[in-house]
């Protein structure tokens, strides 16, 4: 796709076709675009790109995008600690926040069990969910991952690894289409599937 550019074009090219969503034709398209901006634009764009990489981190204790150690849900006093729903990425926090009718705390995954992908639970978040269930001020785990294949066996598997503990395993109610993902799901379905969640 990048034959005939100059090998700095070809690169760019290279680099943005490994984003996720954006094809070889895509990237061409992308860069195409730039060269024809105004010098500044595209140094507006990448002072943002590495100001944000520079500053963005995952929160220590969920996993969630943060500019802290600890991110602003965390680090809440105000809210409750002892209920943790646990989410594939940090849009699906963004999505149940929209909601306002959840004050517990999350923990994000980072992703969600998928075998032909290579990812296994040690590409996830799970040991650290298992630490901070073990801390012993966890009462109850909402599962809220997506209603899809991938979603469902994560969910699963947190059940099983997690049953031996005493704190209560829920999963967000069936309101939420089933093969979808959360973040497309209105507010007011994302909310009454967290109010009418059922014990795994
Ligand atoms: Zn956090």
Redesign the pocket.
């Given at each position: 796709m990048s034959k005939g550019y100059s090998e700095r074009l070809a690169k760019l090219i290279k680099q943005l076709s490994k984003l996720p969503g954006i094809g070889p034709k895509s990237a061409e398209r992308i860069v195409l675009h730039m060269m024809k901006q105004e010098a500044h634009e595209v140094e507006e764009l990448s002072k943002a790109l590495v100001d944000a990489k520079t500053n963005t981190f995952f929160?220590e204790?969920?996993?969630?995008l943060?500019e802290n150690k600890?991110?602003h849900?965390?680090a809440d006093t105000t809210r409750d600690h002892s209920l943790i729903c646990v989410v594939e990425q940090p849009k699906d926090v963004i999505a149940i926040e929209k909601t306002s009718g959840f004050n517990g705390?999350?923990h994000v995954l980072l992703g969600a069990l998928s075998p032909i992908d290579g990812i296994g639970p040690r590409e996830l978040r799970i040991e650290k969910l298992i630490k901070r269930v073990s801390g012993g001020k966890v009462e109850e785990i909402i599962l809220a991952t997506n209603p899809n294949a991938e979603g469902e066996a994560t969910a699963l598997y947190i059940t099983e690894i997690l049953k031996t503990k005493t704190i209560k395993i829920t999963r967000i109610a069936r309101g939420v289409p089933i093969g979808s993902n959360i973040e497309y799901v209105d507010q007011a379905t994302l909310q009454r599937a967290m109010e009418a969640r059922t014990a795994m």
């Open positions: 929160c204790e969920c996993g969630n943060s600890l991110c849900i965390c705390i999350y």
